[in-house]
Structure formats: structure tokens, C-alpha cells
């Protein structure tokens, strides 16, 4: 009696290109965070053009439409461009940088050129977002809107970015066990 042969085994990295293996979960981590800022984008369009989007209080206004609109498409477009630089924490040109510039090419980039500003990114965005998160729960103003339904697209719109921050923090940190924590070594054998 023949014995069926074991179905191979799921793989648990992407295959990127990197000296080290990424995780699958740092692979889809990298993919949801230019996704879960879109809608935070796609909200901020209409105030450009001078959409209150059913805010309250615009006492102020909105700025002149010639302001507006480079200041909202160059918000969102940056917005995105900082979500995709993720992208270099699980990717080769976040370890070596690329043979077409000029220079440099070719060269490894040491880690923490990448951690630092990563880290830094990560918790400056976790900060700018703490004030949102303190509102939901009573403490704090928060924005009024005309009905609960204009409420409820802005939370639907602006929730998922507020978690840009914790998983670039996530994302970083997958970074540093990849290319700087000695292989084999869990976290409870780093510290003395």
C-alpha cells in the first residue's frame, strides 16, 4: 500500500528578492497601508473644491478654490506617496539601493537608515491621530456634522487611516528582526 505524499508546505515568506525572507504578514501589511489611507484621500477631494461635506462650524470658510485644490491634491498625493514607501521595508531596494541611480547604486543600505525614519514616521502618525481616537470616546471635541449620515461616512472614511502609525510601527518592526536580530535568536535571549 502506497502512502499519499504530504501536500507541500504553504509558504510563510514572499518572494521579493530580499537577503532575508519577508513574512507573509508583513508582505500584507505593506499592501493594506497605501489601501487604508484611500479612503482618508478620496474624502479630503470634495473640501478642495469647497464641499463642506457636512461639517459644521466652517465659520471660517473654505480658502479660496486657487488654494484649495493644489493644497488637498498635494495632501493626498504625498499621503499616498509616504503609504508606499512602506513598501521599501519588505522589498530588495529597502536593503540595496537600486543600480540606476547614480552614484550610489548598488550599495547596501544599512539598516537603521531605514529604521530610524520608519520608527520616526510611525510614531509621529500614531501621535497626530491620538487626539481622533481620545474624541471617540468622549474626551475632547471632535467635528460636528449636519446628520449621523454625513458622521457616519466620515468615520467609515477617516477610521482606517487613523491606523497608519501602529502599522508602520508594525512593518518596522518586522524590518528589524529581518535584517538586524542574529538568526535564531527570539527576543527573550537579546536582553541580559
Do not use: K
Request: one cysteine or more; hydrophobic letters at 45%; aromatic letters at 10%.
Amino acid at each position: 500500500m502506497a502512502t499519499p505524499t504530504p501536500p507541500p508546505p504553504t509558504p510563510t515568506t514572499a518572494p521579493v528578492g530580499t537577503e532575508h525572507p519577508v513574512p507573509r504578514r508583513a508582505e500584507i501589511t505593506a499592501h493594506l497601508i497605501p489601501l487604508i489611507l484611500l479612503p482618508q484621500c478620496l474624502w479630503r477631494l470634495p473640501f478642495a473644491v469647497g464641499f463642506d461635506m457636512g461639517m459644521e462650524d466652517m465659520d471660517g470658510g473654505m480658502p479660496a478654490v486657487w488654494l484649495a485644490i493644489p493644497y488637498v491634491l498635494g495632501l493626498s498625493l504625498v499621503t499616498e506617496a509616504l503609504a508606499l514607501l512602506c513598501f521599501g521595508l519588505v522589498r530588495r531596494w529597502g536593503e540595496v539601493v537600486p543600480s540606476w541611480v547614480p552614484v550610489i547604486g548598488d550599495r547596501h543600505i544599512p539598516p537603521y537608515a531605514a529604521i530610524v525614519p520608519a520608527t520616526l514616521g510611525g510614531l509621529g502618525a500614531t501621535a497626530f491621530w491620538a487626539p481622533t481616537w481620545v474624541s471617540w470616546f468622549g474626551v475632547g471635541s471632535s467635528a460636528g456634522y449636519d446628520n449621523g449620515w454625513w458622521d457616519a461616512l466620515a468615520t467609515a472614511c477617516i477610521t482606517p487611516g487613523t491606523l497608519f502609525g501602529p502599522l508602520v510601527l508594525a512593518l518596522t518592526y518586522a524590518y528589524w528582526v529581518r535584517r538586524c536580530r542574529p538568526a535564531g535568536r527570539s527576543l527573550n535571549t537579546l536582553t541580559p
